[in-house]
């Protein structure tokens, strides 16, 4: 244990760790008994899960790894907490995360950056991913069972990508999202990280559940409505009954992807083909709009989202006229200038422009139209239907499709993690937009409201050593509920 606690702390994965092992071993033991009786609690009884530090916990601090919510606890659990505690999980700890969740390499955060727990051929530190890179290599690193993440636009597939991880996010309104701090509402969704898809999905199972306290939470009644809409489109066919048939979607192979990438993609379609699966190369148009839509959604969400940390209600309060009587000094401007990083400044300066009446129809309105589009592809080539536009009526998204396929296949990820010392430090060899540009495979899943999963896969040549380059993370997407589907497909390339 306290080489674990020495590896966690090198690593930066916890910004509230592991509490001392007296406080959770007793519990373990408890779990034990339980489950020599033949009465555990779930398949997560007594087991350690952490928690990305967005998300509420009553007994740990909540910092979203902003300088704004400096030593703040959260007075509830998130409901997510209290499944999981319910099930007899042990909370082990709060982890590091791009502040309020925005970036895609885990060092914007007022905690130092994460690293990765594995390293280039030459020895050199990689970056974990983002935003849940500490929930990522937690898991990476065995310090937990399995993590928690939130997945916005990403960022728990491709720190599961980065750090050789599974990495799952769950249709939109499936899990709650009631005491996670919002980034995006309309985007955001909780994730898991684990080893495994098995212990992904013994989460997932106490997590797919209706939260009254959640707005966007699915009923139960449509929960169920959903999977016989996605029986009866699909004819019934299953996995052990029909061969599947799988997307490749052309315009994600572009130039930008590494040969190692494209080399793990080529075994894994040939991996299922050899199973009997049938693949087909299909075609998502809107795809190369996804990125700037996402990038001007996203920030928009976020600017409205965190007009509330005004040093009033939360978190820090710098000074201001009315306790230090300066005229100079602005609270508002002040708490917010001293408690945001860059990065979420930046995206504030960014939303609050494209939600400007002089910029509204040319970036908001517009990224609205493309994430129509993104979601009019997808229903276009998964054979099943969306169960949702198919209950609204909504015929365009209903139409039936033109390639019918089961799943996507594509890579999580255009490379493999890029150098810790490329992107931090005061002058890092790489811009905010190439952050961005990592998120080009994963955006379009999040603005559809999709299910998608990363896998591990190593795509070494045979007879060669494989080094950390070679673990590459492949995607599996679904259709709108189809979530245990796209589990079962990460599975079967594991
Ligand atoms: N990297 C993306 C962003 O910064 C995704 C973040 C996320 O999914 N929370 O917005």
Redesign the pocket.
Known sequence: ITNQHAQAQALNAFITPLPRAGQWVDRVKEADRRREQGKPKSKLDGRLVSIKDNICTRDLPTTCASGILDKFTSPFNATVVDQLEDAGAIIAGKTNL?EF????NSVHSRFGPVKNSRRDSSGQDLVAG??SGGSAVAVAADQCYVALG??????VRLPAAYAGTVGFKPSYGLISRWGVIA?ANSLDTVGILGRTTSSVRDVFSILNRHDERDPTSVSAFSRTRILEQLQESRFASRLTSTPLRIGVPVEYNISELTPSVRRAWLMSLAHLQAQGHTIQPVSLPATKHALSAYYVL?PAEASSNLAKYDGVRYGIRADGPDNTGKPDGYLYSNTRGSGFGSEVQRRILLGTFSLSADAMDNYFIQAQRVRRLVQLDFNAVFRATHPLAAAAGDSDAATSSSSDVDVLICPTAPSSPPRLSDVTGPSPGSSPLDAYVN?VFTVPASLAGLPAISVPVTASESGQDSDASDLTGIQVVGQYGDDELVMQVGELLE
Do not use: L
Request: charged share 20%.
């Open positions: 791009d969740g925005m970036g895609s983002g935003s939130t997945d916005t636009g990403g960022s980034y996203a998120d």
